[in-house]
């Protein structure tokens, strides 16, 4: 097997830039690393350093010359908005990638975390999904656009580590949820969606509550607390050219998911199908087993942390992205 299993803890004092720490992973990924004494964290906002701008960003990295990186800057949206924008899916994705790898490579960055997502996997591959399956099978067509430059990335990595021997992986998460997710309507995922969506029902006291297509899709849901300690994790523990999957190894339908979700936010009402809705891939399960024999499993069950979206949400519902 190509892994090194010992690559060794990452010094706490060393600039570490993450890319995209306002978002749900970037931010999840920045408290855990608060938390594991990393006192030298390198953030920016799209509006100070847009990643789509090389030139912008090879000066950042001249300028700040960062030892780590995790690249959690990314076009990020649901089933509806990857299906109706796909270009920018594909095209700020790609020049994302491609800058910040471009970049960190010529300035040598020591070890670099590349984040894609299980949607590069053929859509009806077999399940649990096994690394080994990409590029086995044709993609999701909702979101193939968005997968094709997480490929590319994968692809990316794979080619800097043969010709520049740069140590760097990329990880594969699930669909991931938390908090400081995004809870726009039309352009979120799945569990924020729903956690907005019934909770407004409550307070409107809603009889029935609509939600996309049919309800059957199979969904493996990861909190961000669990994946940002699993990218630490991976980054101290893992070295080899194959994409590992992050998840919990464990899926429900959509609909048990908006019945958990009715549940904690103590909604009471009717459920209805839009089926006029897209349901995407009939499911999404990782084999996790790579990463449990790299020494990491998920710790925070899906009830629990739905709870704890819920309760994060309603404290913050007037600064949240909507
Ligand atoms: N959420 C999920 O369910 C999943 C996410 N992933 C992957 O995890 C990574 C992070 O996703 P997630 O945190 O959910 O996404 P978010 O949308 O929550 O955050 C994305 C971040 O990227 C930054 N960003 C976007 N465009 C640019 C740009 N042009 N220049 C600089 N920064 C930019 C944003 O910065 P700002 O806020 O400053 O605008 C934002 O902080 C992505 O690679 C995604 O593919 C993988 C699987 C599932
Ligand atoms: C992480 C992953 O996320 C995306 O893929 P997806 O897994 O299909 O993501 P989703 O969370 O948006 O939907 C999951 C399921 O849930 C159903 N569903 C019900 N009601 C709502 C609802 O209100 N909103 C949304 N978004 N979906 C709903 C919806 O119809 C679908 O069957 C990729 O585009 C890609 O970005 C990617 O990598």
């Known amino acids: 097997m190509d892994v090194n299993y010992a690559p060794g803890a990452l010094d706490r004092e060393s600039t570490f830039y993450v890319a995209g720490h306002r978002g749900l992973v970037g931010s999840g990924i920045w408290r855990n690393l608060t938390n594991a004494g990393f006192t030298n964290l390198v953030g920016r906002t799209s509006l100070e350093l847009d ?23 990314a076009k990020v949206g649901g089933i ?103 809870f726009s309507p039309e352009g979120s995922h799945v569990l924020p969606a729903l956690i907005r969506r019934y909770d407004e029902a409550v307070h409107q006291g809603a009889p029935v509550v609509t939600n996309w297509g049919t309800g059957s899709p199979r969904r493996e849901f990861l909190h961000v607390d669990d994946m940002a300690a699993a990218c630490l994790h991976l980054m ?6 194959d994409q590992v999957n992050v998840g919990t190894g464990t899926d429900v339908t959509i609909k048990e998911l ?11 009402g009717e459920m209805l199908w839009d089926t006029t809705k897209p349901d995407g891939t009939p499911q999404k399960l990782l084999d996790v087993s790579k990463l449990g024999d790299a020494g990491w499993h998920a710790s925070i069950g899906l009830e629990q942390g739905i709870r704890n979206t819920v309760e994060w949400y309603r404290e913050n519902v007037n600064d949240i992205r909507k």
């Open 258 to 268: 908006a019945g958990l979700v009715a549940e904690a936010v103590g909604y009471t």
């Open 80 to 182: 509806l908005a990857n299906s109706t924008f796909p270009v920018d899916f594909l095209s700020d994705n790609l020049q994302i990638q491609l800058n910040v790898l471009d970049a960190a490579r010529e300035h040598n960055v020591e070890r670099l975390l590349f984040l894609g997502s299980s949607c590069i996997y053929p859509k009806l591959a077999e399940q649990p999904i096994r690394e080994e399956s990409l590029l086995t099978g044709h993609l999701e067509p909702t979101n193939d656009a968005y997968a094709i430059a997480k490929i590319a990335g994968i692809l990316q990595i794979q080619a800097i580590r043969r010709q520049y021997g740069l140590p760097w992986i990329s990880a594969m998460p699930t669909n991931l949820y938390g908090p400081g997710d995004n």
């Open 51 to 73: 990643l789509k701008d090389r030139e912008a960003t090879f000066r950042f990295f001249a300028e700040t010359k960062p030892r780590y990186v995790v690249l959690a800057a």
């Open 236 to 241: 101290e523990n893992y070295d080899g050219p």
